[in-house]
């Protein structure tokens, strides 16, 4: 995929391309967080619910499951046509009926940060199965958000400035108002 940002600024038109990367039960970019492609390949293995997730990247850079996306990002991956239309091409499998859409639904981690969006296949049918597939897919997507909270963070490198806590000094306590207060009474 090879959206534009365009941004309006004093000098005119600013363009900046915004690169995804997407994951699945059976494939995962290299720019994605392997702990989502592995959560996927799980869902697809234990639910039979072929997903893809797609996220924005930075080429060049390790992996970030915590990058939050941009709101061109946001715009492209929840409300553009096209976007949903490539995800489609991952679940597209010979012996599965053809989709007549898709569920977006974003993946949003406990600090409330909006890192990706999950796709599902959506099919024509009964509105009973669409609304549990729905809910699965929500699921689904609560399930990578918390994998990526509850991950360890790597240690700070050894070169990081650091923080030296000290205690502050214990203020004296009194008992006893100063002489020079007056009660009235």
Same mark, same amino acid.
């Given at each position: &995929?090879?959206?534009?940002?365009?941004?309006?600024?004093?000098?005119? #038109?600013?363009?900046?391309?915004?690169?995804?990367?997407?994951?699945?039960?059976?494939?995962?970019?290299?720019?994605?967080?392997?702990?989502?492609?592995?959560?996927?390949?799980? $869902?697809? =293995?234990? #639910?039979? $619910?072929?997903?893809?997730?797609?996220?924005?990247?930075?080429?060049?850079?390790?992996?970030?499951?915590?990058? +939050?996306?941009?709101? /061109?990002?946001?715009?492209?991956?929840?409300?553009?046509?096209?976007?949903?239309?490539?995800?489609?091409?991952?679940? $597209? +499998?010979? *012996?599965?009926?053809?989709? =007549?859409?898709?569920?977006?639904?974003?993946?949003?981690?406990?600090?409330?940060?909006?890192? *990706?969006?999950?796709?599902?296949?959506?099919? /024509? *049918?009964?509105?009973?199965?669409?609304? =549990?597939?729905?809910?699965?897919?929500?699921?689904?997507?609560?399930? $990578?958000?918390?994998?990526?909270?509850?991950?360890?963070?790597? /240690?700070?490198?050894?070169?990081?400035?650091?923080?030296?806590? &000290?205690?502050?000094?214990?203020?004296?306590?009194?008992?006893?108002?100063?002489?020079?207060?007056?009660?009235?009474?």
């Amino acid at each position: &995929m090879n959206p534009f940002d365009y941004e309006q600024t004093a000098d005119g #038109m600013q363009v900046d391309e915004l690169e995804f990367a997407v994951a699945t039960g059976r494939s995962c970019d290299s720019l994605v967080d392997p702990v989502v492609g592995e959560t996927l390949r799980l $869902i697809l =293995q234990k #639910m039979d $619910i072929a997903l893809a997730y797609a996220c924005e990247a930075v080429s060049g850079q390790r992996p970030d499951a915590t990058r +939050e996306l941009s709101e /061109a990002g946001q715009w492209y991956l929840f409300d553009n046509a096209f976007a949903r239309s490539l995800a489609a091409e991952h679940w $597209i +499998e010979p *012996g599965r009926p053809a989709s =007549q859409g898709c569920f977006t639904v974003p993946v949003v981690l406990a600090s409330g940060r909006v890192v *990706g969006a999950l796709y599902a296949p959506r099919y /024509a *049918g009964d509105a009973v199965q669409a609304q =549990q597939l729905l809910r699965q897919v929500e699921l689904s997507a609560q399930l $990578i958000a918390r994998r990526i909270d509850e991950r360890p963070r790597a /240690a700070p490198p050894a070169d990081a400035p650091s923080a030296t806590v &000290m205690p502050l000094p214990q203020a004296p306590s009194r008992v006893d108002p100063p002489q020079a207060w007056a009660l009235a009474a």
